[in-house]
């Protein structure tokens, strides 16, 4: 069965320091994996997704995330953490069944950006 | 272009009350899914809409919650009586095609509406 391990519940970085956001990934075939990012009061939005194609993903603000079989990860990164990135971040992998397709979400990470 | 849309964006009630929560998803996307996030869990399925037809509510928890779409544009989820664990986030999204074809695969989320039952 897909399933998504955030590994982190809460990330604190300072401004302009790397920002790593940990998922490791569970699919019995090859996966298509998001990022997605809640703002305060704001829906949530699509950072970045993998669906076979490059293995390193390029996404909105500056993110980007890595495909890695061999370690069924796809951790998201981002090399200079600005004060707007404060948010909750979630990993997401999509699931086959019954014909159908849903999104599979993590438990959510959030990251505090501190000056 | 307007995106989706969610009302109320927080709704406190008493156990045993009833809530109605409603979305309106971008124009022309036939296609509406309803996620929640109860306290301290994940975003989880609730049921997805193909116009005014559900096509997927295995998501539903009970019988407490009913969906509807009627005339395939905006959808409505009454939880009738509502209980203190119904409590957490309830999330619509929308897409023009079925999430998941030709590349699709990108749904577009709401704000959420936030449900607290006391």
């Known amino acids: 069965a897909q399933s998504v391990t955030q590994l982190d519940s809460h990330v604190s970085v300072s401004e302009g320091t790397p920002v790593l956001l940990r998922c490791n990934y569970s699919?019995?075939?090859?996966?298509?994996l998001f990022w997605y990012v809640q703002h305060p009061n704001k829906g949530l939005q699509l950072l970045l997704k993998?669906?076979?194609?490059?293995?390193l993903v390029k996404g909105i603000n500056g993110f980007e995330a890595e495909f890695k079989k061999s370690e069924t990860s796809f951790h998201l990164t981002k090399p200079s953490a600005h004060m707007s990135d404060a948010a909750e971040y979630f990993c997401?992998?999509?699931?086959?069944?019954?014909?159908?397709?849903?999104?599979?979400f993590g438990a959510g990470t959030r990251l505090a950006v501190h000056p | 272009e307007a995106g989706v849309t969610q009302f109320p964006s927080h709704s406190v009630i008493e156990k045993g009350q009833t809530v109605t929560l409603r979305c309106d998803p971008i124009?022309?996307?036939?296609?509406l899914y309803w996620y929640r996030r109860v306290m301290g869990k994940e975003i989880k399925f609730l049921l997805h809409?193909?116009?005014?037809?559900?096509?997927?509510e295995s998501g539903m928890p009970n019988n407490r919650f009913l969906a509807e779409r009627t005339g395939g544009t905006y959808s409505t989820l009454k939880v009738q009586p509502a209980e203190l664990e119904d409590s957490g986030v309830y999330f619509c999204?929308?897409?023009?095609?079925?999430?998941?074809?030709?590349?699709?695969?990108?749904?577009?989320f709401g704000a959420g509406s936030r449900l607290t039952v006391l």
């Open positions: 999204a929308s897409s023009q095609v079925v999430f998941g074809k030709s590349g699709a695969n990108v749904l577009t």
């Open positions: 699919s019995s075939y090859s996966p298509s």
């Open positions: 993998y669906t076979s194609a490059a293995t």
């Open positions: 997401v992998v999509r699931l086959l069944s019954g014909g159908y397709n849903k999104l599979i």
């Open positions: 124009s022309g996307h036939d296609n």
């Open positions: 809409f193909v116009k005014e037809s559900k096509q997927d």
